[in-house]
């Protein structure tokens, strides 16, 4: 499943996506990312955002954000108190 949000008039964010853990790695993840910027650029949008914990923080995590790279996000910045101390917020963009 994943769930857009808007975030400005030009900008979505990804901000749910989840798969079943038996179908990690057999592309249903880019697949739903690929939909989700098909829908958002027929929506009017330019940008897509999301937001995962900072690399190195959490080796999950760390699985996220090369996922998020691997789609095409390029890294933005990172909140390091957004969320809180343990969790330094990195956000991604990828222009639509």
Known sequence: MICLKETG??????????????FHRNGVGRQLVEKAKEVAKAQGYEFMQVKTVKMGMYKDYDRTNLFYISCGFK????????????NPCQIYVMAL
């Open 75 to 86: 890294e933005l910045e990172v909140f390091p108190l957004l969320w809180d101390e343990a």
């Open 9 to 22: 008039n030009a900008t979505v964010e990804l901000a749910v996506m989840g798969v079943m853990k038996e």
